[in-house]
């Protein structure tokens, strides 16, 4: 493939795979390619790009209210949030994008792996409905699981970051979940292989800390009565 070509192809992987992720697939084919080079599949093996330090960024703390033990994630699908528990009343609330209809699920499963600027592989499954798709995509900043994967149990199912930021709040995965970059990056320092991961539907939601007075009432200590 002459040189031109074999960049427009990867450019062109880079945005596909913003939409397209192992096990976590939007069916967007036809929004990513046209056919218009030269109806040539894309490389089997493409590179991912730099991988460049990502710091992490902490996202706000809320009240929570939950039984979990600390450093449980927690996952809203229906509110499209993220907690890490950090208490019985507070949790670190981060922004995701989840699975699009059809797509949800929910129950628990445990971290069994956590990677830095993971590979793509499309399934064979994938391929099949797309076979211009490549075997393997390298990390990188053009990679679609970002800059960390967090792997759930024996699934194909993941907690990852993104080189689309502006799905963060949609339905637009087949099942993962994505995060900001800086946020799956914070998120990891917190957790581990082992951690609990609970996929649940919507609840009534936490409130910001900021909107609660400085000690509830649940938190109060009984005072001792005045002696006369």
């Not at 096990?23 to 929004?31: F, H, M, Y």
């Not at 894309?42 to 790009?49: L, N």
């Not at 019985?88 to 989840?98: D, F, H, M, Q, T």
Request: proline share 9%.
């Amino acid at each position: 493939m002459p040189h031109e070509l074999r960049l427009r192809a990867a450019l062109l992987v880079g945005a596909a795979a913003a939409a397209i992720v192992s096990g976590c697939a939007q069916n967007q084919t036809s929004s990513y390619y046209d056919g218009s080079v030269s109806g040539e599949a894309f490389p089997a093996i493409m590179e991912g790009g730099p991988r460049p330090i990502i710091q992490p960024v902490a996202p706000r703390r809320v009240r929570y209210a939950n039984h979990e033990a600390a450093n449980t994630v927690v996952v809203d699908s229906d509110a499209k949030k993220l907690y890490l528990t950090l208490g019985p009343n507070e949790a670190y609330e981060y922004p995701i994008s989840v699975g699009r209809e059809g797509f949800t699920w929910s129950g628990s499963e445990k971290i069994s792996r956590i990677a830095d600027w993971p590979d793509w592989h499309p399934p064979a499954e994938m391929r099949a409905r797309d076979p211009k798709l490549p075997e393997k995509m390298y990390g990188g900043i053009k990679n679609p699981l970002g800059a960390k994967a967090l792997f759930l149990g024996n699934t194909l199912y993941r907690i990852h970051g993104t080189n689309d930021p502006k799905t963060i709040g949609y339905a637009a995965s087949s099942g993962c979940i994505r995060m900001m970059n800086e946020h799956v990056v914070h998120l990891s320092q917190h957790v581990g292989v082992g951690t609990t991961v609970r996929v649940i539907a919507s609840n009534a939601g936490p409130v910001p800390a900021a909107s609660l007075p400085e000690v509830l009432p649940w938190q109060a200590a009984a005072k001792p009565k005045a002696r006369g």
